[in-house]
């Protein structure tokens, strides 16, 4: 199960070197340009500008590791994971099960 775990994990890490720059550069930059859609919004929070744009990138990622954390908080099935690991280690630990 890890092995799949930590291939996914780093998949997605791949997927994101990837992607930020043309991001950044194709469309968080025209937007928070001093002229763009978001300078009055978004830009009067973290400024408009050169950098800006991953500033915001920043922000969005941080709102959206936000979410699948508190996600993942609420599935009943990740919890039921942390009961069986402790079942596992209680077995594991008694040379000897009696039957």
Excluded: C, H
């Excluded at 992607?19 to 194709?26: E, H, N, R």
């Excluded at 469309?27 to 009067?44: Q, R, V, W």
Aim: hydrophobic share 55%; proline share 2%.
């Amino acid at each position: 199960m890890w092995p799949i775990i930590s291939m996914v994990t780093y998949l997605g890490s791949i997927v994101a070197f990837a992607v930020v720059g043309f991001l950044a550069d194709k469309i968080f930059n025209p937007l928070l340009e001093s002229d763009g859609l978001l300078a009055k919004t978004a830009g009067s929070i973290i400024g408009a500008g050169e950098g800006r744009r991953i500033a915001l990138m920043f922000i969005i990622s941080g709102i959206m590791i936000s979410i699948v954390a508190l996600l993942i908080w609420k599935n009943k099935k990740i919890k039921e994971l942390k009961s069986v690991e402790n079942l596992d280690n209680e077995l594991s630990q008694n040379k000897y099960v009696e039957m």
